[in-house]
């Protein structure tokens, strides 16, 4: 289940698809372009009010823009508009099916068995920590874009490993760490078609001196569909995984559940990948190194009471629906969507979560076929 990889690349994998490795706490956003009308423009006016009490800027309207698009239906006979009731959606989409492995509950699955050796590799002691929060800069920020907008090509670092074809523009998309964040870091771009239901991540994105645009790596992805990357092919996430799926945001929890697993870092994996990954980043070979696209919960036992609503909320996720390994980053770093209704004290506060509260579990018998992320029905039965 490896595939071949340099050291060069895993260096990068490192650095684009954690947010830790030299990015400042894990992501962000800034960057504008506007440009709405009718009834999202008065959306956007009543969310930059509501969020942005101070002079708002033209990233402000980005992303205000890009969550009321995000809460909306999205564009009427949206390719893959489903019932709301079933799985993750986001303007209007389905953030892969409700059968897709990332949408389906593992608080009765079995303990892996090699979920102690994972866990004292990991850190036992060390804390739960949310790399994400209030602030534009801290998390990665979601785009919400429509079908016209300009496609152009984009020079990647491993095109080999990326998909091919013209790209959204990133011109005005909001970029993880601003910006003005070190070209170095991991910028990653997240582009939502709300009238294709198409994803697009970017990893390493900077604008050349030519006005032409140079990233790590990219990949377009059809969120209505259960289809993986090819085997051996990373992404902007080292485990071969989009990032999209594994964003906690703040709307799910205020609407008071989270339905899927959530993305995770931790410094030292294993050099092996399980489903659904599709790659791996390191060189170790000790099987009680975790190996990419290895899910976690935390444990059924663990008293929750004592945290606020909304981190009970992200809490009972974490019981119910897990968090998969997708890259090499800080330990237990769990990654989410910037917002400024995020309470940074209160997410502070899941910092008393520790290493030693989680546990692997075992999906083995959860696959249907090795290029689709469909939970096989007859193994949850």
Avoid at 247 to 253: N, P, Q, S, T
Avoid at 339 to 351: A, H, P, Y
Wanted: include cysteine; proline fraction near 7%.
């Amino acid at each position: 289940m490896c595939s071949k990889r340099t050291e060069a690349r895993a260096s990068y994998d490192g650095a684009i698809g954690g947010g830790t490795f030299f990015s400042r706490g894990g992501g962000s956003m800034q960057a504008g372009k506007k440009k709405l009308a009718g009834a999202v423009l008065f959306a956007i006016a009543v969310s930059v009010m509501v969020w942005h009490p101070k002079e708002s800027t033209e990233s402000d309207a980005v992303m205000a823009a890009s969550k009321a698009a995000a809460l909306g239906p999205g564009m009427q006979n949206a390719a893959g508009a489903a019932d709301s009731s079933a799985g993750p959606h986001i303007a209007g989409c389905p953030v892969f099916p409700a059968d897709n492995v990332w949408n389906t509950p593992i608080d009765t699955l079995k303990k892996d068995k090699r979920s102690d050796d994972y866990i004292q590799r990991m850190g036992p002691a060390l804390s739960l920590h949310p790399n994400f929060g209030s602030e534009p800069e801290n998390g990665i920020p979601i785009t919400i874009i429509k079908p016209n907008r300009p496609r152009i090509p984009i020079t990647f670092m491993y095109g080999d490993e990326s998909d091919p074809g013209h790209y959204p523009t990133p011109e005005g998309a909001l970029v993880e760490g601003g910006w003005n964040s070190p070209a170095d870091s991991d910028r990653h771009v997240i582009m939502v078609d709300e009238g294709r239901c198409m994803l697009t991540e970017i990893g390493n994105v900077v604008k050349q001196k030519d006005g032409s645009w140079a990233g790590g790596a990219g990949i377009k992805v059809d969120l209505t569909s259960n289809a993986l990357r090819p085997e051996g092919k990373t992404s902007t996430d080292a485990a071969g995984m989009a990032i999209l799926p594994g964003l906690l945001r703040y709307d799910e929890v205020a609407a008071g559940e989270v339905k899927h697993a959530i993305r995770f870092t931790t410094p030292k994996t294993q050099r092996a990948f399980i489903w659904p990954a599709r790659h791996f980043a390191s060189r170790i070979t000790d099987p009680s190194y975790p190996p990419m696209g290895q899910r976690f919960r935390l444990r059924a036992d663990y008293d929750i009471s004592k945290f606020s609503k909304e981190n009970q909320v992200i809490l009972k996720g974490l019981k119910k629906y897990g968090m998969f390994l997708a890259d090499n980053g800080g330990p237990w770093f769990i990654i989410g969507e910037p917002d400024k209704r995020w309470s940074d004290g209160d997410l502070n506060k899941l910092k008393t979560v520790k290493g030693e509260d989680f546990e692997a579990v075992d999906e083995s018998d959860w696959q249907m076929h090795a290029d689709s992320g469909r939970v096989d029905p007859v193994s949850l039965h």
